[in-house]
């Protein structure tokens, strides 16, 4: 393996990730420990160093086993790049989408608003089968409330649930 197969930029941001996670893990830890403050940080933190772990694994062994030099990738990368600017308009739409599911939590209820933000984000990425992803939205909003209920030491305000 050599230096120029690992993709520093890559590795960097996955340094930064870990090491703002370790400095809001440790901050969290240090202002208290009580298990109220600490459900969702912990398990998160670890979620989050498990999957650096693997992808910092996964760059190192990619490193070894692909004889080309990163210039060589990256001329590659462009060449067989997919993404055209309305999937790019697509992922600001979705980000649209999480602004609004935390706007109107507060208003219309956990309930309603997960369903709406799922549902629309469905149809956003495929306009056809409204039912399935009525079905879908459903479905899922259940799983998520269901899940904040157990998780959160407080009750969610909700509209229909």
């Known amino acids: 393996m050599r230096l120029d197969q690992i993709r520093p930029g890559h590795v960097f ?8 996670t370790l400095w809001y893990l440790l901050d969290t830890l240090d202002t208290s420990r009580r298990l109220t403050n600490t459900i969702l940080v912990v398990p ?12 910092l694994i996964r760059e190192i062994l990619r490193a070894r086993a692909d004889p080309t030099t990163l210039e060589q990738r990256d001329v590659d ?3 067989d ?4 600017p309305v999937d790019m308009l697509r992922g600001v739409v979705l980000l649209g989408f999480t602004g609004l599911l935390v706007f109107f939590y ?3 209820g956990f309930d309603l608003a997960v369903f709406l933000f799922i549902f629309a984000s469905l149809v956003m990425l495929e306009p ?4 399935a992803k009525a079905a879908f939205a459903a ?7 269901g899940g904040a209920r157990i998780i959160l030491p407080y ?3 909700t509209l229909i649930l």
């Open 155 to 157: 009750p969610m305000p």
């Open 81 to 84: 790049s997919d993404q055209t």
């Open 139 to 145: 479905i899922f909003t259940l799983i998520v409330l």
């Open 44 to 55: 998160l933190a670890i979620l989050v160093f498990a999957a650096g772990a693997f992808e």
């Open 13 to 20: 941001l996955l340094v930064l990730i870990l090491g703002a």
């Open 106 to 108: 507060p208003r219309l």
């Open 128 to 131: 056809r089968g409204y039912l």
């Open 77 to 79: 990368e462009d060449q």
